[in-house]
């Protein structure tokens, strides 16, 4: 008996359609803004990605069987697409222009433990643009503006965009007199999952005093969805070079990345990103009513995103979990194929009549398929309800659409169902049931 692998999320047609249309969605905005596509290898060299350190618990080794015990392994499975691009740019930097703009949708794979919106294995849509020597800000207004577009076209409850500043927080601290910077942003980070009081414990904890700790509360609750933040932050009377530089480059990306139908925009100086090869720009996701999920997009600027002997490459980037985004919303398609029609088949012996109409039906680009049997018309009216398709053909000329009952004369070569039924549509849960 065949069991069930926990973490490896597997769809059954209808709901790979709703993702694999997902897919397209995402393709197609990318690439209207002149991203490129790359696919780089599953693996990585383990040491490579145990760089980073924090993951290093979640990474699959890959091994030979036939390997001694002794024998260490020395590739692992990639745990995001950020590391592959890294060594991607610089193993073929003398072969890219820059700005290079890049897409890529990968499935990666993670050791965590399994739970709604987490898994092992699961898909990744990244946008990123990185430059040689130097990256101009206003990239990192764009990368917002086209993840915002993108997730605006797909079926899902508004998402809000969330978006700060990295040289906020850190100017802001400095100006405080922080000394360590850097783990004060990691215990702001955690506001999402830990009250305030225990996070005002533990910036005690890091050296902070009582005002200190509670003007670091402060500035982590400034939420706006237009640029008056910069007015609320210099009221809390903090000045420092940095935190004026993050002020005024936050205010540009906020302008820039509103205004995109069904996304909310927000500076949100509660988000610090954890990770610190982010320098600027931080994002995250989170969807209405769906908080629970945490951030569903994330990424920001990294002004070291690769370097060699002769130039660094800084980026900026957005990631979208498409796996984490999709599974829980439990989304499914109006049918279970891509067929709008069946073709009927009156009898064994007039199943190439039957193939010659469905043909014609193809080369117009209608998804069209044959009935398996020939059995009595009811029943396969029944087969094509079953699976969704909405239109059943009689050769030679006679199309029903099975939904209303209404059947009409039709030429194979100039009929054609109403646009809304060539394709499945995404269906939300509710709609479903």
């Keep these: 008996m065949a069991t069930k692998l926990s973490g490896f999320p597997e769809f059954l047609p209808r709901e790979r359609i709703v993702e694999q249309q997902v897919l397209d969605h995402l393709r197609r905005t990318f690439e209207l803004h002149g991203f490129a596509n790359i696919e780089t290898r599953a693996v990585e060299p383990l040491d490579v990605l145990l760089r980073k350190g924090e993951i ?25 697409l950020t590391v592959p691009f890294a060594r991607y740019v610089l193993e073929n930097a003398g072969k890219l222009e820059f700005p290079f703009r890049r897409w890529q949708i990968q499935k990666v ?43 605006s ?45 225990k996070i005002r414990e533990l910036l005690l904890e890091q050296g902070l005093d009582g005002d200190q700790a509670d003007k670091v509360l402060a500035l982590a609750e400034i939420v706006t969805t237009d640029t008056s933040f910069v007015a609320r ?18 205010a540009q990306v906020i302008d820039g990345a ?96 039957s193939n010659a109409i469905a043909g014609r039906l193809r080369a117009r680009g209608i998804p069209t398929e044959v009935a398996a049997k020939a059995a009595k018309f009811g029943k396969q009216i029944q087969n094509a309800e079953k699976r969704g398709i909405p239109y059943v053909w009689f050769p030679p000329a006679a199309v029903k659409d099975i939904r209303s009952g209404d059947q009409m004369d039709a030429d194979p070569d100039t009929w054609a169902p109403p646009t809304e039924d060539l394709t499945p549509h995404i269906l939300t849960k509710e709609q479903n049931t």
Excluded at 113 to 131: C, L, N, S
Excluded at 159 to 165: D, E, H, K, R
Excluded at 332 to 347: E, F, G, K, M, T
Aim: hydrophobic share 40%.
């Design 109 to 151: 794979w993670r050791g965590e433990r399994p739970q709604q919106g987490r898994f092992r294995e699961f898909t990744q849509a990244d946008i990123d643009i990185v430059a040689r020597d130097v990256l101009p800000f206003h990239f990192d207004v764009e990368v917002a503006r086209v993840m915002a577009e993108a997730l």
């Design 56 to 80: 290093d618990k979640e990474v699959y080794a890959v091994k030979r069987l036939a390997s001694a015990d002794s024998e260490p392994a020395e590739l692992a499975l990639h745990y995001d």
């Design 258 to 353: 509103t205004g995109v139908e069904g996304v909310i925009v927000t500076a949100d100086l509660r988000i610090a990103r954890g990770l610190d090869y982010y320098t600027g720009t931080v994002f995250e996701t989170r969807l209405a009513g769906w908080e629970h999920l945490g951030s569903i997009c994330s990424g920001g600027r990294y002004d070291q995103l690769a370097q060699d002997r002769r130039s660094t490459y800084p980026g900026v980037g957005i990631s979208l979990g498409v796996s984490r985004l999709l599974v829980p919303l439990e989304l499914s398609a109006s049918r279970s194929v891509p067929s709008a029609v069946l073709v009927a088949v009156d009898s064994e012996d007039s199943r190439a009549e």
């Design 233 to 250: 932050v210099e009221s809390l009377g903090v000045e420092h070079e940095l935190l004026a530089e993050g002020l005024a480059e936050l």
């Design 153 to 197: 076209g797909l079926p899902i409850p508004t998402p809000t965009l969330q978006i700060s500043n990295r040289k906020i927080l850190e100017g802001f601290y400095l100006g405080l007199g922080v000394s360590d910077p850097v783990a004060v942003m990691q215990v702001v980070d955690k506001l999402d999952k830990v009250p305030a009081e």
